[in-house]
């Protein structure tokens, strides 16, 4: 009898142990459907997993080893379409548009002019993320980041004295500083064409710092990741924390627009990602 008890314990553990959508699937008018949360559905339902561990390994460590393993792409493949629903993203944008407007802000349109990515560094299982929006279940770029951007390009390219600076931005060695300017988060006007990308690093264990000097003979590995297509237009929105701040209102619009055509957002911008211009 003791020993059934310990069978049934040490199943019910394993069970346990699985990955929590393991068993979970979607139907396939779902995957293709705007008014599901696309983001949802791609942070949590990888349904390529597949086990790499044998029956006796698993018992020993009582864990199940889980891997996407060549499925990344066939992953991916599942988003590369439409998605949101646009009638939920153009009421939010109207939302934003009120509440800007009454903080004396600005609405800033742009278009991408080559492919986005929005949150690369974020975990997944195909090893780069996305930063979704957690209630349009689109791609988009956070407050946060927008500040970033407008102020490296300020920094580094414009050479604004540290006290602008510090005004408009707040103090940089303080976690949370205000500034003078308020960034809101970075939306598509609209349901967004996402697109299948891959990269194909040819020194892995070099940049890993396996090995001291990359070598020309180690094979490529291709990294498949989601970005977002070119000739998707977003809104950008700034607003003044007082209104005696509309100087550097105006200043922030034109570092933003600036920095958007010419240095990008998002990542892998020194190859030409995440450029934009004017509609």
């Known amino acids: 009898m003791a020993k059934n008890n ?4 040490k199943e019910e553990e394993k069970e346990n142990n ?15 459907s705007r008014q599901i949360n696309t983001g949802l559905f791609y942070e949590k339902f ?14 020993k460590s009582q864990k199940i080893t889980i891997t996407l393993g060549e499925n990344k792409q066939e992953w991916i493949k599942k988003f590369d379409n439409w998605v949101g629903n646009r009638q939920i993203i ?4 109207y939302r934003m548009r009120r509440l800007v407007k009454q903080r004396h802000g600005k609405m800033i349109y742009m278009k991408t002019t080559s492919r986005f990515i929005p949150g690369m560094g974020r975990p997944h299982p195909v090893e780069n993320g996305v930063n979704w929006h957690p209630t349009l279940g689109v791609p988009f770029l956070p407050g ?11 920094e580094s390219y414009n050479k604004v004295d540290e006290k602008t600076i510090t005004r408009i931005f707040g103090p940089k060695e303080l976690e949370k500083s205000a500034g003078s300017v308020i960034f ?9 064409r996402l697109a299948m990308d891959i990269m194909t690093p040819h020194h892995s264990n070099y940049y890993q710092g396996k090995t001291k000097n990359p070598h020309e003979w180690e094979t490529p590995n291709p990294i498949p990741f989601l970005a977002v297509d070119e000739g998707q237009t977003f809104v950008f929105a700034i607003a003044p924390r007082r209104l005696q701040d509309q100087e550097d209102l105006v200043q922030v619009e034109h570092w933003l627009k600036e920095a958007l055509e010419t240095m990008g957002a998002g990542a892998k911008t020194a190859v030409g990602y995440g450029r934009f211009k004017k509609p």
Do not use: M
């Not at 699985?18 to 293709?32: A, E, T």
């Open 46 to 59: 990888c349904d390529q997993w597949i086990e790499i561990c044998d029956e006796e390994e698993c018992e």
């Open 184 to 192: 809101f988060d970075a939306l598509p006007t609209r349901h967004v």
């Open 90 to 93: 153009e009421h939010a944008v």
């Open 144 to 154: 946060s980041s927008v500040k970033g951007v407008v102020r490296a390009w300020a």
């Open 18 to 32: 699985k990955f929590l959508y393991h068993s979970c699937s979607v139907p396939q008018n779902l995957q293709k």
């Open 6 to 9: 310990s069978q049934s314990k």
